[in-house]
């Protein structure tokens, strides 16, 4: 992997400063540690770092197409790159390198901004074309690699693939958009195409952009999205041999490397379903890395020590200490903007153990989203029932005076919790699901922010951002609609955004087969009931791996990277928290309810409620702050 750069006057042809775009690029020196280049003509600059995957020797950037008008800045793996060199050379392009990089370039030479709907791959670049003076951005279906960008009000328009490199310029917006604070507060993340900061934007995933010299009305095209069109199959076992193949296919292609390569290994289903089809295609041992919990609730290392002995890996486990909270302060410079996924910091740990084996790593990341893995969407069908059951004029105010009256008892076991399914029963079926997944609840942020805050929403929340994407979303299908918000909203924006910045953080490659798009297309052809069934998730799937891996692994109860923090907010970050959320940096903002954050705070330390993820949202957003400063 690596890290991309560029600054391009977007009227005139001014001198690009050298010394700036420079620090620019070596902000992201982490993502690139291999090499770094810089590429500068009049009114253009770009910059790139490398993390040297394929062809070690040669395929350095910006690079240059052979009569020098066309440059590229390329972070990426394309993987049937081979096949495209093929047809290229038939065309009479001619390389001069073996890596995908030159494959990029000679695409757009040949075909344009068609060239991606040819890559299969994880891709964010930038290509200058100087006949053209257009500048051409692009990120790849599934946003699995980053790219942000501004318009400076001096003409300028830059990029990169962290916010970080963009901050470095002098005249970058630093101006917070309330509505990015109300989508953080309510996803825990800032969903695309927004940022935490007015008129700073990421490249929503499946999209590109193209600039011409001049030209003022630009904006990002989609080029591609998944639809969840059903097909008929045969039979159940066909669909299961016909999903290995394919997934099969899909892990194998990924495998091309020129460093060491390896796997996360979890013990879960997707990781362990990796690690089998690597091992099927491979003649060396395949390199696999866990971390372990002390907690049995939360540690699955056996499962995955199950696995690693099945198939033979070269398996490493390191123990993460659960009291392992010294990244919190750090998380803020990863992530650049606020970002609350507590599994950010197990994530983080087990990327700087599988640095110490490989430079690149397979993942399962995006099995839950493509196959309906969740426990939240057999709980959506099963609220979307009741809500089919009765008519809004019944079901909205019954449910909303029990989900009124029904104390909140997050001391009590999950049973006993029904506040939240009938307040989310009360809404209509997208408002439920937000709710479902919300980090704080409407009624949290409501209580949380500031009147001068909820002056500037203008009435605007965060559940519009699901409105935006349900007018392209499947219909008819609960369980399909959910699917798909996921596949725009949560996946990139918090499960890739986390896995990118902690694998970046320690220059390691992360590549995602259940993420190929050629399989996320089929998989969305599929009927739901193969993909959820009976109360099982990844039924299909699941059933496609039981030659392949025992029950206990398929089968068990669905696990994750589990932070104590309820625990810690009570113990030894019972202080840090009070100094953070009732301190000066809070305080100056005018964003929040003084009262109110105490009144959070008091509650969590006392026992009488469980406001863990909320005060870990807080954290995170406060410690963005002080990386402001």
Known sequence: MCGIVGIFDLKEK????????????????????????????????LGHRRLSIIDLSSGQQPMLSDDKNVVLTYNGEIYNFPELRKELEQLGFQFHTHCDTEVVLNAWLAWG?????????????????????TLFLARDRLGIKPLFYAELNNGQFIFSSELKALKQHPLFPKELDPTAIEDYFGFGYVPDPKTIYKNVYKLEPGYKLTIKKGQTNWQPVQY??????????????????????????????????????????????????????????????????????????FNESQFAQKVAERYHTAHRVEQVDPNDFHLVSALAGIYDEPYADSSALPTYRVCELAKKQVTVVLSGDGGDENLAGYRRYRWHTYEDRMRSFLPDSIRKPLFGFLGHVYPKAD???????????????????????????SVNSNTIRSSLFSQRLKSDLQNYQAVEVFRRHQQHAPSGNAQSLVQYLDIKTYL????????????????????????DHELVEWIATLPPDLKLKNREGKYIFKKGLEPYLPDDILYRPKMGFAVPLGSWFKGPLKQQVRDCLLGETMADTGLFDQKFLKKMVDQ?????????????????????LEHER
Not at 414 to 426: H, L, M
């Open 604 to 624: 969590h330390q006392s026992g009488l409620r469980d406001y863990s993820a909320s005060i870990w949202s807080l954290l995170m957003f406060e410690s963005f």
């Open 411 to 437: 001391w009590a076991p999950k049973i006993f919790r029904a506040k939240s399914t009938f307040e989310s029963i009360a809404r209509d079926s997208l408002e439920g699901y937000f709710h479902s997944i």
């Open 14 to 45: 001014r001198e690009i400063n050298r010394e700036l775009l420079s620090k620019m690029n070596e902000s992201q020196f982490h993502r690139g540690p291999d090499e770094g280049g810089l590429h500068i003509e009049p009114g253009i600059g």
């Open 224 to 297: 591609w999205d998944v639809g969840f069109s059903e097909q008929k199959y045969a039979s159940e076992a066909e669909v299961a041999e016909d999903l290995m193949a394919r997934f099969e296919e899909a892990v194998k292609i990924r495998m091309m490397a020129d460093v060491p390569l390896g796997a996360f290994l979890s013990g879960g289903v997707d990781s362990s379903g990796v690690v089998a089809m690597m091992a099927k295609n491979s003649d060396k041992p395949v390199n696999t890395c866990s971390i372990s919990f002390g907690d049995p609730e």
């Open 492 to 515: 990139p924006g918090d499960i890739l955004t986390k896995v990118d910045r902690a694998s970046m953080a320690h220059a390691l490659e992360v590549r995602v087969p259940l993420l």
């Open 113 to 133: 901004e068609s060239c991606v709907d040819r890559f299969r791959g994880m891709f964010a670049f930038a290509i200058w074309d100087k006949h053209k003076q």
